[in-house]
């Protein structure tokens, strides 16, 4: 099963002293990219690099070649560098241009894995704040979400 639910940009940075390492084995032993909401204990996080056994695919006239390892450097096959601080723009259930800065965003996890992000609290786990940057124009079911702070 892969993880559904990736960023679609930084706004704001994450913090190079603040990362960690992760263990995959959690998350039923998946790969993950760059960019993927992850929790591990309670604890927020983004896939700062793709996890160490990570592959891609690429175009090239024509066809495509697939297999191409681009995991992070340095990492064994089920781990990854996690951002735990910063702010990133995710699809979000329930926000949108209205939404104000501060409101509370949820994860909804199944076995491990975030399978979304939602405004709503209801058997969900509390993983951020909405912290959309001045002149943001967000879409609908988008927002920024600032990590670390719950």
Do not use: H
Not at 19 to 36: I, Q
Not at 80 to 98: I, K
Not at 110 to 133: E, M, Q
């Amino acid at each position: 099963m892969a993880f559904p639910t990736i960023s679609t940009g930084e706004a704001f940075s994450s913090t190079d002293a603040f990362r960690e390492v992760w263990s995959l084995d959690n998350f039923e032993n998946a790969e993950v990219n760059t960019g993927t909401a992850l929790i591990n204990n309670g604890r927020p996080g983004v896939a700062y690099t793709p996890s160490g056994s990570f592959t891609d695919s690429e175009p090239l006239g024509g066809m495509t070649i697939s297999g191409i390892a681009v995991g992070g450097v340095g990492l064994d096959a089920l781990q990854v560098s996690v951002a735990t601080d910063g702010t990133y723009e995710f699809p979000v259930t329930g926000a949108g241009p209205t939404t104000d800065n501060g409101v509370l965003v949820y994860a909804v996890v199944a076995s491990g894995k975030i399978t979304s992000l939602t405004l709503t609290s209801t058997s969900n786990v509390l993983w951020g704040v909405v912290n959309n940057p001045q002149d943001y124009v967000a879409a609908s079911g988008v927002a920024c979400v600032k990590i670390g702070v719950v």
